[in-house]
Every structure is written in structure tokens, then in C-alpha cells.
């Protein structure tokens, strides 16, 4: 799954003998137009989530992979008020997601939380 989780900066060393990781030439056409279609992805996730979960969900894309198998790793953040419940709507979001022509299309690994409550309240 490591091809999924940026790369993080290593700490201290000659590194005179590696690319920088962090470095990357620009993106051929095939790979910008995998980035845009992971992105619609995104989006239409973030849709469904939000009409089994409601308006509260919050979605962010944790990796992105302009081709392959899986095309990217989403964290969405959703209310949770009991696990029974809980459970019934991400069966629910993963069917509609399953039968969705563009996430069927560009399948995403959907990492699920519960959101922070707002310490005001609000």
C-alpha cells in the first residue's frame, strides 16, 4: 500500500546519491488527465457520502495514483452517533459506490472516521 502514502522526508545523511523524492518532472498528458479523473472521483465520493451521512461529512484524498488497479485513498470524516447505525450507512455508501459508473470506473480505498465534534457547538 506504500504506493499509495506519500513519501516522507528522511532526516539527515549523504543523499548525494538519491533523487530527492519530493522532486518530480512534469506530469505527461495520460498521467494529468488520471489525476483529473481520481479528482471527479473525489467529488462524486464526497456526494454520496454526504446523501448517506449527511451535509456534516468531510472528505480529503490521502494518495493519489493516476493509473492502476486502486486509484486513490480517501479519508472521509462522517458523523457517528452508534455503531448499528454506523455500520447500515457505510454498507450503504459502499453499494452506491460499487454501482456508481465513474467510481466504478476509478475505484478509491475509503478510509472511514468520525468526525471531531465542534467544541462550541456549533
Known amino acids: 500500500m506504500s504506493w499509495l502514502v506519500p513519501n516522507r522526508p528522511g532526516g539527515g545523511g549523504d543523499r548525494s546519491d538519491r533523487p530527492e523524492p519530493h522532486l518530480q518532472g512534469p506530469?505527461?498528458?495520460a498521467e494529468q488527465v488520471g489525476r483529473w479523473e481520481v479528482r471527479a472521483a473525489q467529488w462524486?465520493?464526497?456526494?454520496?457520502?454526504?446523501?448517506?451521512?449527511?451535509?456534516?461529512?468531510r472528505g480529503s484524498m490521502i494518495g493519489v495514483?493516476?493509473?492502476?488497479?486502486?486509484?486513490?485513498?480517501m479519508r472521509l470524516d462522517v458523523p457517528f452517533d452508534e455503531l448499528v447505525r454506523h455500520r447500515a450507512r457505510e454498507v450503504?455508501?459502499?453499494?452506491?459506490?460499487?454501482?456508481?459508473?465513474?467510481?466504478?470506473?476509478?475505484?478509491?480505498?475509503y478510509v472511514m472516521g468520525p468526525a471531531e465534534e465542534d467544541p462550541d457547538g456549533a
Open 27 to 29: 506530469l505527461t498528458r
Open 44 to 57: 462524486r465520493a464526497l456526494e454520496l457520502a454526504r446523501q448517506v451521512f449527511g451535509s456534516e461529512v
Open 65 to 73: 495514483r493516476p493509473r492502476g488497479p486502486m486509484r486513490g485513498l
Open 92 to 109: 450503504r455508501f459502499l453499494a452506491m459506490a460499487g454501482v456508481d459508473p465513474l467510481l466504478a470506473r476509478v475505484p478509491l480505498l
